[in-house]
């Protein structure tokens, strides 16, 4: 099993060789496409993408942490977090299913 990771040049080629656009082109597309990405999910909007999974940004409150070396107490700010929830498709092709 390949653990190798995807970069945004793997996704250029990708589009360059599926779309035959050129790769100026391809590489303009994909920062486009995560751009919009990333700005809806700044500006606090979910997104979806069908069959893959939907990108959610959440806001966690105030709460109480502890410094694992002392013990001390500690506060955690409130801040905004990124989660993902898979499609049930992709959950279903990384696990070898058909569907």
Same mark, same amino acid.
Request: proline share 3%; charged share 30%; hydrophobic share 40%.
């Given at each position: 099993?390949?653990?190798?990771?995807?970069?945004?040049?793997? *996704?250029?080629?990708?589009?360059?060789?599926?779309?035959? +656009?050129?790769?100026?082109?391809?590489?303009? +597309? /994909?920062?486009?496409?995560?751009?919009? $990405? %990333?700005?809806?999910? %700044?500006?606090?909007?979910? /997104?979806? $993408?069908?069959?893959?999974?939907?990108? $959610? /940004?959440?806001?966690? @409150? *105030?709460?109480? @942490?502890?410094?694992?070396?002392? @013990?001390?107490?500690?506060?955690?700010?409130?801040?905004?977090? *990124?989660?993902?929830?898979?499609?049930?498709? *992709?959950? %279903?092709?990384?696990? @070898?299913?058909?569907?």
């Amino acid at each position: 099993m390949s653990r190798r990771t995807i970069t945004r040049a793997d *996704l250029t080629e990708a589009v360059y060789q599926e779309v035959g +656009l050129s790769r100026n082109e391809s590489a303009d +597309l /994909v920062e486009m496409v995560l751009e919009e $990405i %990333a700005d809806a999910l %700044a500006a606090g909007d979910s /997104v979806k $993408i069908a069959s893959f999974g939907t990108f $959610i /940004v959440r806001q966690k @409150g *105030l709460r109480r @942490g502890r410094n694992p070396k002392t @013990g001390e107490e500690v506060p955690i700010l409130p801040r905004r977090v *990124l989660s993902f929830r898979a499609s049930h498709i *992709l959950k %279903a092709h990384i696990n @070898g299913e058909n569907s």
